[in-house]
């Protein structure tokens, strides 16, 4: 388990019973399982204090965790023969988007989404989910694929932002993202977006533009980082913690101000610690969001989408 730095108290406790329970196994017979248990339930008890008020910079680290599940764990989970499609023909095949067509409770669909990787390799190569203008191109594909076989859209969410590097900014960064979010707006089948971890700016705006959008409990989506919002804000990056309660990006707030239209419940310490139940309550949100949209016309689906986006602002004034 790897611990966040505000569960530092929880990981002594953790840590003394599993010691406990080493103990017992080479320590000649003797019997340390009450012990153990009783810092099991003492456990128990730090875990839902800690997670019974989380400050949003904490549920930042929570949505970053290495150990929550990823893009692939979704799509390897909740749907079946799925066939991924590379390349955007344009250029390249950006390996931090994930795409392809595949079956969801044996409906055919077209899922996307933001892959970070699970190891340092695998890390490297999905460049830590930050897209280059290839990936919102290769999303473009995807998405006129799925709008000219009238299949719904089902976009997975988890990225710190779009990549800022010199090579993506020449070769239209910027471009690609705005025509990504046009995409979302046009399509003619239903659109579903979950924010599974972190949804950084631009880049994740790219895939969220839905007519559904769902988050985690304990994910976060923002037009900033609180780290580069404390940069420009304050010049000091270390004041990320009063950042991200102003940008109140947090799936509660966000709710609130009419952004999402519903939050997933993530088990008890966040997804990171059961994954699979996680991953069940994504697949039945998703399910539930699509029995909504289901059987409404191409005309009305994107008129409700843009109509949505547009009463946003006066929606979070009034809030």
Known sequence: MNYLEFEKPLAEIEGKAEELRAMAKTGGGMDLTKEAEALDRRAEVALRDLYKSLTPW??????????????????????????SLAGDRAFADDHAVMGGIARFNDQPVVVIGHEKGNDTKTRIERNFGMARPEGYRKAIRLMDLADRFRLPVIT???????????????????????????KCLTVGVPLISV?????????????????????????????????????ILWKDAEKMREAAEALR?????????????????EPMGGAQRAPKEAIDAVGKAIEAMLKELSGKKPEALIRDRRQKFLEMGSKGLAA
């Open 58 to 83: 904490q549920k930042c680290q929570v949505a970053r965790h290495p150990d929550r599940p990823h893009c692939r764990d979704y799509v390897e989970a909740l749907f079946t023969e799925y066939t």
């Open 156 to 182: 997975l969410v988890d990225t710190p932002g779009a990549y800022p590097g010199k090579g993506a900014e020449e070769r239209g960064q910027a471009e690609a993202i705005a025509r990504s979010t046009e």
């Open 195 to 231: 924010v599974i971890g972190e949804g950084g700016s631009g880049g994740a705006v790219a895939f969220a533009t839905a007519n559904r959008v769902a988050m985690l409990e304990h994910s976060v989506y923002s037009v900033i980082s609180p780290e580069g919002c404390a940069s």
């Open 249 to 265: 990006l947090t799936a509660q707030d966000l709710q609130k101000l009419g952004i999402i239209d519903r939050i997933v419940k």
